[in-house]
């Protein structure tokens, strides 16, 4: 038994077992999605130069270039939770063998449904090792997949899901020291969330006895949204600086922020645009690595800034949130 979250972080119990039936079950059940399955699970399955047919979606067009996995996993939705007014998370139960780094997306096939998704985990490795469950936060747009989520899906709902991307944070034990530097506009947290999430995992590794050693510098939040109803994950982050103090800081920038700011989020609360300054206070161009995941005005801006500010370009890796 998993828990399930239905509503607005209001928590029911429910089965939520794995989900182990074939991949070819999902596309006798999906047949827009079916050519696309048997491509996944056919001999040529490796070669992503078929991704270039007319047939490609939005998603994949964007992502054609990118890796991403040969295998095509069954998975079920086993909880939803209301985040904000425009954004759910679904909290998806897996096949044993699916996996993936923090900061990774998936293809999302859903049954009736030809387009396909494109949502990045908002959940760490260690909680799929833990549960064997992800978790997605999806905003509502008229998109058909995100549209799916905000006006069809249920808990019970099948899909299935493919791993894909090469924005991801994965050190080895004793790897070089690293700073993170994390810098997120709207949704474009979800990856950089899951970023956290892995690295506060990896530092209790570091206090436990397991007998392996991950070289984890500072992590720093720049977290740009554009009032605090439209913040995610805000309390859950607030309580990583909390618990690792010396680790872990984060400052959440607001631009249309009308009303006023709850008690617990002011000291966190910075009104108006991510700054030079903010960014140089956290930046060590010898240690640091920024993950940076936005609208594309933002990344280029930002990338703009860190580099007159001596950051290597190769140790900026991005994500557009178009």
Same mark, same amino acid.
């Given at each position: 038994?998993?828990?399930v979250l239905t509503g607005s972080r209001v928590a029911m119990s429910a089965p939520c077992g794995l989900i182990c039936t074939a991949a070819r079950r999902f596309a006798?059940?999906?047949?827009?999605?079916?050519?696309?399955?048997?491509?996944?699970?056919?001999?040529?399955?490796?070669?992503?130069?078929?991704?270039?047919?007319?047939?490609?979606?939005?998603?994949?067009?964007?992502?054609?270039?990118? /890796?991403?996995?040969?295998?095509? /996993?069954?998975?079920?939705? +086993?909880?939803?939770?209301?985040?904000?007014?425009?954004?759910?998370? $679904?909290r998806i139960a897996v096949h044993p063998d699916f996996s993936f780094k923090a900061g990774q997306w998936v293809d999302f096939f859903i049954p009736g449904v030809e387009k396909v998704g494109g949502f990045s985990m908002c959940s760490s490795p260690g909680?799929?090792?833990?549960?064997?469950?992800?978790?997605?936060? @999806?905003?509502?747009?008229?998109?058909?997949?995100?549209?799916?989520?905000?006006?069809?899906?249920?808990?019970?709902?099948?899909?299935?899901?493919?791993?894909?991307?090469?924005?991801?944070?994965?050190?080895?034990?004793?790897?070089?020291?690293?700073? $993170?530097? $994390?810098?997120?506009?709207?949704?474009?947290?979800?990856?950089?969330?899951?970023?956290?999430?892995?690295?506060?995992?990896?530092?209790?590794?570091?206090?436990?006895?397991?007998?392996?050693?991950?070289?984890?510098?500072?992590?720093?939040? +720049?977290?740009?949204?554009?009032?605090?109803?439209?913040?995610?994950?805000?309390?859950?982050?607030?309580?990583?600086?909390?618990?690792?103090?010396?680790?872990?800081? +984060?400052?959440?920038?607001?631009?249309?922020?009308?009303?006023?700011?709850?008690?617990?989020?002011?000291?966190?609360?910075?009104?108006?645009?991510?700054?030079?300054?903010?960014?140089?206070?956290?930046?060590?161009?010898?240690?640091?690595? +920024?993950?940076?995941?936005?609208?594309?005005?933002? @990344?280029?801006?930002?990338?703009?800034?860190?580099?007159?500010?001596?950051?290597?370009?190769?140790? @900026?890796?991005?994500?557009?949130?178009?």
């Amino acid at each position: 038994m998993l828990s399930v979250l239905t509503g607005s972080r209001v928590a029911m119990s429910a089965p939520c077992g794995l989900i182990c039936t074939a991949a070819r079950r999902f596309a006798r059940q999906s047949p827009a999605a079916a050519p696309q399955c048997r491509r996944l699970l056919g001999p040529g399955s490796s070669n992503r130069r078929n991704m270039s047919s007319k047939k490609q979606t939005d998603h994949l067009e964007r992502t054609a270039s990118n /890796y991403r996995q040969n295998a095509l /996993y069954p998975a079920q939705v +086993c909880g939803i939770v209301t985040e904000s007014e425009t954004v759910k998370r $679904l909290r998806i139960a897996v096949h044993p063998d699916f996996s993936f780094k923090a900061g990774q997306w998936v293809d999302f096939f859903i049954p009736g449904v030809e387009k396909v998704g494109g949502f990045s985990m908002c959940s760490s490795p260690g909680l799929l090792q833990r549960e064997g469950v992800v978790e997605l936060a @999806i905003k509502y747009a008229k998109h058909p997949p995100a549209h799916w989520v905000h006006t069809v899906c249920a808990v019970g709902s099948r899909v299935a899901m493919r791993v894909g991307g090469d924005f991801y944070f994965d050190p080895l034990p004793s790897g070089p020291a690293v700073d $993170l530097l $994390l810098v997120a506009g709207g949704v474009g947290i979800n990856p950089l969330y899951s970023i956290l999430l892995h690295t506060s995992d990896l530092l209790r590794l570091n206090q436990s006895s397991a007998g392996r050693h991950f070289n984890i510098g500072s992590a720093h939040l +720049c977290y740009s949204a554009k009032n605090t109803q439209e913040l995610l994950f805000e309390s859950s982050i607030i309580e990583k600086c909390g618990e690792f103090p010396n680790k872990f800081t +984060c400052n959440f920038h607001v631009t249309q922020q009308r009303a006023g700011v709850e008690p617990h989020l002011q000291p966190f609360v910075k009104s108006g645009r991510i700054t030079a300054e903010e960014l140089q206070a956290n930046l060590d161009p010898q240690r640091t690595l +920024c993950y940076l995941c936005g609208p594309p005005p933002m @990344i280029e801006a930002i990338s703009k800034t860190l580099m007159d500010l001596g950051l290597p370009k190769d140790r @900026i890796l991005f994500e557009k949130w178009w």
